[in-house]
């Protein structure tokens, strides 16, 4: 199965639909709160703040690099300000070639109308994929919430 086809395939079997977003931002966006943790982080999260929501109605998904094939993200409420780190840093294993990568998923899978990010990672640098895994987590309740996690094998089409 061509890679771009299995890539595909695994994509369409993610039900956003199944994880409604909250209501759309209304007034202008909050400046976030980067205290705590996201203090550290405080340029990125501002910087990505100043842009229009693009996940769970009135959030915005905001990603950073933290070295070779590494990935850290949080997620900022525009109507309150509020943002959730976070819960791990995501990284990749190097593939053949550029031309190889843009054949595979991003890091983040998410959209304006769900509450759903799906979260592409690898864990086994020798299995010569790009990502290996992916973990489901949903906003609730001001939260991010791990639902599952699933590992990808042979092209990343196929879950075992």
């Excluded at 977003?21 to 996201?38: N, S």
């Excluded at 993200?73 to 959730?84: H, L």
């Excluded at 109308?113 to 973990?135: F, H, M, Q, W």
Aim: aromatic share 8%; proline share 8%.
């Amino acid at each position: 199965m061509p890679l771009l086809l299995a890539a595909a395939l695994l994509l369409a079997a993610v039900d956003f639909a199944a994880f409604p977003p909250d209501e759309p931002l209304v007034a202008p966006a909050a400046k976030p709160i980067v205290t705590g943790p996201a203090a550290k982080f405080a340029t990125q999260i501002r910087e990505a703040a100043k842009q229009p929501a693009d996940f769970n109605g009135h959030f915005k998904i905001a990603r950073w690099g933290c070295g070779s094939n590494c990935l850290q993200w949080a997620v900022i409420d525009q109507q309150t300000g509020r943002v959730v780190m976070a819960p791990r840093t995501l990284n990749s294993c190097a593939p053949g070639g550029a031309k190889e990568a843009a054949q595979f998923p991003d890091w983040l899978d998410y959209r304006a109308d769900s509450r759903l990010i799906v979260a592409y990672e690898c864990e086994d640098p020798k299995n010569g994929l790009l990502y290996d895994t992916r973990r489901f987590y949903a906003l609730q309740r001001g939260a991010l919430v791990a639902l599952r996690m699933e590992r990808l094998k042979g092209e990343l089409g196929a879950v075992s």
